[in-house]
């Protein structure tokens, strides 16, 4: 069930996939290496940095398991299932590896955190096991790994953002892109492993924030997507302190002053940081996208103090309406979870009460699982019944299906500027854009002369729970 809704929606936790090589692997490398992403966009945006390492080192890359000398796998922890997936897909590369002794496996990102040298363990046909701060010493750990050592590196840095190294856009569609600004986390959500596998928050340079920006732009992509686990707790001194602190919204502000015509939008506000200096930034330039997804997880306060998430249901709604008044075209989505430790049913209807309430243009639902050595692992107790999860979690996916086509209707007979990202998945007579709201819309290429990359009008003229369905409007 989680994975069907990670499936439909969830574009911070994908489900694997490979980076398809563009035209930097048509250079001529003796070796090449293979990777798999899974988890939330900073993983992916991670595999660019790694890529760009790897070719560094003189290996090229290739989306063919089979011609591959080094497999990568970039994991996640968030959740048990995602693990499983990982696991899952290593019996497919180990079975490669018996084929081709000379093939070597790489497990990157959350899980070699979380795991460490265990991971070599109960994994025996893996060679490497690289945490999110180490990737600089990869091609120091590949050598090892040729020569027979089995190489682990999950040192965890409090300076590490990869600031000077330009990612490789392997499987980009040249018109967005996702600039990690940020990297780790300081909030202690007792349910999340991410501060254990990622480590302290550090904020990157902005100045290699704003170059890789406009270089991008010049590159002729037209969306950036500013990324960090807490995005609105950016705050970068300069080491001696010459300069004064660089905020998120002072981040932002420079990023949207790149060119009028580049979108931005960023990815994940925890609601305890996103300030009203964030919100006026974003009322007063048109390229920041009306979007903010702001996590809720409970809508419950006792459930939301369990939850260590500092804030309470009342607070939360108070910063929905504030949001909505000082941006009223501002969509809005969450992410739930259900069944949390001692979560009674009371609570479950004060989370869809919530919902209701915020009106979520669409939200990334899960049940909880249990993550070894978080807070709730160690003090809580997981006692509701994976079947109570499970129904609790169904009336909130019913429900925000009623919501999120409420939503689209809504949109019906509106205007939006959007911008060409390609063709529609299912028609290629169609156009796939997003709008500010970043809702997914389509519309028949008809005769016009658009292409990728363009900025068009188009004009709601139906939609589905998912989908906003429009036709060009030239004016
Ligand atoms: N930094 C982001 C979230 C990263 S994890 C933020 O704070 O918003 C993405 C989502 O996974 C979380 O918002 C939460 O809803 C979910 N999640 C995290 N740990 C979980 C767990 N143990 N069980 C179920 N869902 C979890
Ligand atoms: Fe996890 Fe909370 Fe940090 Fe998000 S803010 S990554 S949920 S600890
Ligand atoms: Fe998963 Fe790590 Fe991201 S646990 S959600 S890949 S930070």
Redesign the pocket.
């Known amino acids: 069930m989680e994975e069907l809704i990670l499936d439909k929606k969830h574009d911070?936790?994908r489900q694997g996939e490979a980076f398809a090589p563009n035209e930097l692997s048509q250079k001529e490398f003796k070796q090449h290496f293979y990777i798999e992403s899974y988890g939330?966009q900073m993983n992916f945006a991670d595999s660019e940095v790694v890529a760009s390492i790897l070719q560094g080192a003189g290996f090229g890359p290739t989306g063919n398991q089979e011609e591959a000398d080094l497999i990568f796998i970039n994991t996640c922890s968030?959740?048990e299932k995602a693990e499983q997936t990982v696991r899952k897909r290593l019996t497919t590369f180990k079975s490669l590896k018996r084929r081709k002794k000379t093939l070597l496996i790489g497990v990157l990102g959350c899980m070699a955190e979380r795991l460490k040298s265990k991971f070599l363990e109960e994994e025996k046909l893996v060679d490497l096991v690289v945490g999110p701060d180490a990737y600089r010493s990869l091609p120091s750990l590949i050598e090892e790994a040729a020569g027979g050592l089995k190489a682990v590196n999950v040192l965890l840095s409090r300076e590490e953002t990869y600031a000077d190294i330009a990612p490789v856009r392997l499987d980009s569609n040249g018109i967005s892109a996702f600039v990690s600004i940020m990297r780790g986390?300081n909030?202690m959500?007792s349910?999340?492993?991410?501060p254990f596998t990622r480590g302290r928050e550090r904020s990157r340079d902005p100045i290699s924030i704003l170059a890789e920006c406009s270089d991008l732009y010049e590159n002729g992509y037209r969306e950036i997507t500013l990324l960090g686990?807490?995005v609105d707790s950016y705050y970068y001194t300069t080491p001696q302190e010459t300069s004064g602190p660089v905020t998120f919204a002072s981040l932002l502000e420079q990023v949207a002053r790149i060119a009028p015509d580049l979108l931005v939008r960023f990815s994940?506000?925890?609601p305890k940081d996103i300030t009203d200096e964030v919100l006026d930034t974003m009322a007063k330039y048109e390229n920041i996208c009306k979007y903010i997804?702001l996590?809720v997880?409970s809508g419950s306060s006792r459930i939301l103090q369990l939850m260590n998430r500092t804030y309470t249901r009342e607070w939360y709604l108070a910063k929905v309406d504030r949001i909505r008044s000082i941006l009223p075209d501002c969509g809005i989505s969450a992410?739930?979870?259900a069944g949390f430790c001692t979560e009674e049913e009371k609570d479950h209807q004060d989370t869809l009460a919530v919902m209701e309430y915020c009106k979520y243009d669409f939200s990334?639902m899960?049940?909880?699982?249990?993550?070894p050595g978080?807070l709730?692992a160690r003090r809580y107790k997981d006692d509701v019944p994976e079947k109570v999860k499970k129904r609790r979690l169904e009336e909130i996916v019913s429900l925000q299906n009623r919501l999120s086509l409420e939503s689209n209707k809504r949109d019906i007979g509106k205007t939006y500027k959007v911008l060409i990202e390609g063709d529609s998945k299912k028609d290629t007579a169609a156009w796939k854009a997003r709008n500010s709201q970043n809702k997914v819309v389509v519309f028949p290429k008809e005769n016009h002369p658009f292409k990728k990359g363009d900025f068009v009008t188009v004009v709601v003229a139906d939609c589905t729970q998912g989908t906003l369905k429009g036709r060009i409007l030239i004016q």
Do not use: G, K
Not at 191 to 194: D, L, M, N, R, S
Not at 366 to 371: A, L, N
């Open positions: 911070e936790a939330c968030i959740r986390c909030n959500c349910f999340c492993v991410v686990q807490n994940t506000s925890h997804h996590p997880q992410d739930i979870i990334y899960f049940y909880y699982s249990e993550r978080t709730a």
